[in-house]
């Protein structure tokens, strides 16, 4: 399994790469090997402000339905578009074109609560 060194990453598998103050948020590598095929992702949370933990939006995979949860608080300012007719992409490319929200981030301290490549690890190990 893949972890890059330079995200954060959530105990629900959530993981978040900053650029200044924005934020982009997808799923992991181990998340998206557990639900399968992904088909559909229903994330309509864009303009919004959200809290950390508060649900962005779902993933269909062909088993199952997850909820995804906000790493950090702030505004959706967008949703990759690209989703929408290659929802797999999440599949292929889970930390590139696979990405889920952008986020400008409002309270950017909440990023000390996440959890490193290594401790993410163990997390996915278990």
Do not use: C
Request: aromatic share 8%.
């Amino acid at each position: 399994m893949n972890f890059p060194e330079n995200l954060k990453y959530t105990k629900d598998h959530e993981w978040i790469r900053v650029e200044g103050e924005i934020a982009y948020i997808g799923i992991t590598e181990f998340a998206q090997s557990e639900l399968g095929d992904i088909v559909y992702l229903d994330i309509n949370s864009a303009g919004k402000d959200l809290d950390k933990e508060d649900i962005f939006g779902t993933v269909e995979a062909v088993k199952t339905v997850s909820d995804l949860f906000m790493p950090v608080s702030g505004n959706v300012i967008e949703i990759n578009p690209e989703l929408d007719k290659s929802p797999e992409l999440v599949n292929k490319d889970p930390y590139g074109a696979g990405w889920m929200v952008k986020v400008k981030m409002s309270n950017p301290a909440e990023l000390g609560s996440l959890l490193s490549a290594a401790d993410y690890a163990k997390v996915a190990a278990h």
